[in-house]
């Protein structure tokens, strides 16, 4: 059965610190993972990796994808109070057909 | 500022009875997603169309649920009869392009409850 798993499930950092948010997946016909941030709303769009070892980086945002070990990881740097949130993880299996993960709940306190 | 629409945003109903959820995509996107979050399952496909047409409502109860674009400025998500069960925020999304998915815009969400 196709599955997206994500760790930890919670995250409680403090301003400035750094977090590393993991995304591991089985699926059958992999075509791209992509990372949302919800807040209390819609989730909005991060990333989306389909190479391996292909970093994408927006601010203090970034991400990579590991193909062969099947798992991406999301990083935040010099996190802020506005980056609480919960991350997603999708991963599209064919074509138009998204697996979300459950999230990870990150909150930045001041 | 362009951004998918739904309507209505929350809604409370009885066992039994229809629910409609509606969502205009944006403007010129080709591409249409359903989605049901919860609590335990998280984000779920329930079905997708492109060019208006269905791909795939696979991940949609097909006894109860129904999913339509009756033309490009609409779609919408029918619940009949609704359970309990059904209890969830449902997302719209649309998107751009060949594949559509660095694109896809989520709607605002409907939150429903079914009592």
């Known amino acids: 059965e196709d599955k997206v798993v994500q760790s930890p499930l919670s995250l409680v950092v403090h301003e400035g610190d750094t977090v590393t948010l993991n995304c591991s997946y089985e699926?059958?016909?992999?075509?791209?993972l992509l990372w949302y941030k919800q807040e209390k709303k819609a989730p909005t769009f991060l990333f989306m990796l389909?190479?391996?070892?292909i970093e994408k980086k927006s601010g203090r945002l970034s991400s990579i994808l590991d193909k062969k070990e099947l798992f991406s990881i999301l990083n935040i740097t010099a996190t802020q109070t506005g980056d609480s949130a919960v991350y997603l993880c999708?991963?599209?299996?064919?074509?138009?057909?998204?697996?979300f993960g459950t999230g990870t709940r990150l909150k930045v306190l001041a | 500022d362009a951004r998918v629409t739904q309507t209505p945003r929350d809604k409370v109903t009885e066992m039994g009875q229809e629910v409609t959820m509606r969502c205009q995509p944006i403007?010129?996107?080709?591409?249409v997603f359903w989605y049901r979050q919860t609590m335990m399952q998280g984000l779920e496909l329930l079905a997708y169309?492109?060019?208006?047409?269905?791909?795939?409502d696979s991940g949609m109860p097909k006894d109860r649920f129904s999913a339509e674009m009756p033309d490009a400025t609409l779609a919408t998500l029918k619940i009949q009869p609704s359970e309990p069960r059904d209890s969830a925020v449902y997302f719209c999304?649309?998107?751009?392009?060949?594949?559509?998915?660095?694109?896809?815009?989520f709607g605002p969400g409907t939150r429903l409850l079914v009592l």
């Open positions: 999304a649309s998107g751009l392009g060949t594949g559509g998915r660095e694109t896809q815009y």
């Open positions: 699926v059958t016909n992999f075509r791209s």
């Open positions: 403007l010129g996107h080709n591409t």
């Open positions: 389909t190479s391996s070892g």
């Open positions: 999708a991963v599209e299996r064919g074509t138009y057909k998204y697996i």
């Open positions: 169309f492109r060019n208006r047409a269905p791909l795939d």
